[in-house]
C-alpha cells in the first residue's frame, strides 16, 4: 500500500551538514519526496509538535533540543512508506541501532540521533499537516 510519512532531519544532523547524506539515503531505499523544507521551531512550537510526549521526562529536553537550529522536514512517499523509513532510520538510540542505518551513521545519543519518522501512517498525516499543506505537497 502507497503511504506517506514524515521525516525530520534534527537541529544535530544539519549542524553537522549530512542532510544530502541523509537525504541520498532515503531515495536509495525507495521512498520518494514529495515536499521538503528547512525551518526553525519555536519552543512553543516544538512542544506543540511533540504535545503526545508532555508527561514524558525527556519532553522539555526533546523540545529545547528540537528547537536549538534548523531542521529539515520532508513527506516521503511510498510501498509500507513508514515501516520503511522507520528501518532506514534504525533504532531510536544509535548504540543499539544496525549498521548502515541513519541513526547508526549519524546520530550522537538517544536525543541527538539527527532524524524523525512517524511511527504509525495515523500519525504521519497529523504530523505531515502540522508542517505542510495541500499546495506544498508534489505530485510527481
Not at 541513519?102 to 524523525?116: A, M, P, T, Y
Not at 504509525?120 to 505530485?139: C, P, Q
Given at each position: ?45 516544538a512542544q506543540g509538535f511533540y ?85 506544498e505537497m508534489v505530485d510527481r
Amino acid at each position: 500500500m502507497i503511504q506517506q510519512t514524515l521525516s525530520i532531519i534534527k537541529p544535530d544532523a544539519v549542524q553537522r551538514d549530512v542532510c544530502g547524506e541523509i537525504l541520498k539515503r532515503i531515495e536509495a531505499g525507495g521512498l520518494k519526496i514529495k515536499a521538503l523544507k528547512m525551518l526553525e521551531l519555536s519552543k512553543k512550537q516544538a512542544q506543540g509538535f511533540y504535545a503526545v510526549h508532555q508527561d514524558k521526562p525527556f519532553f522539555d529536553s526533546l523540545t529545547d533540543f528540537m528547537s536549538s537550529g534548523p531542521i529539515v522536514v520532508s513527506v516521503l512517499e511510498g510501498e509500507d512508506a513508514v515501516r520503511v523509513y522507520r528501518d532506514i532510520m534504525g533504532a531510536t538510540n544509535p548504540a543499539e541501532a544496525s549498521p548502515g542505518t541513519i541513526r547508526k551513521e549519524f546520530g550522537l545519543d538517544i536525543e541527538k540521533n539527527s532524524v524523525h519518522g512517524s511511527d504509525s501512517s495515523e500519525n504521519a498525516s497529523t504530523e505531515i499537516a502540522y508542517f505542510f499543506h495541500a499546495l506544498e505537497m508534489v505530485d510527481r
